[in-house]
């Protein structure tokens, strides 16, 4: 959980630009989504390309300081939850 956003920011921006799409309802009925160009989006956002971002998903805006709440959220419960550890509480 703690390396993904690591590995995320090692990529280059557009690494996940050409390729075909993911998304079901883009693939099976050629009909973008809410989510369609999200993951796009939130790479090039982590990657300070604020025009990309929106180009690709202006939600990414929303999206993207979201996800780094939470991920900061989970990753201290998850430090606090290790302190407790009967184990001795130490790192």
């Not at 959980?1 to 690591?6: E, S, T």
């Not at 995320?8 to 973008?32: Q, V, W």
Request: net charge negative; proline share 7%.
């Amino acid at each position: 959980m703690v390396l993904i956003p690591l590995v995320l920011l090692t990529l280059p921006a557009d690494y996940f630009d050409n390729g075909p799409a993911i998304c079901p309802s883009k693939r099976f009925f050629d009909i973008e989504c809410a989510g369609c160009g999200m993951t796009r989006a939130v790479m090039h956002l982590i990657h300070f390309d604020l025009e990309s971002a929106v180009y690709y998903n202006s939600l990414s805006l929303i999206v993207t300081p979201a996800l780094a709440a939470w991920w900061i959220w989970q990753l201290w419960r998850t430090v606090s939850v290790l302190r407790k550890s009967p184990s001795g509480g130490e790192f």
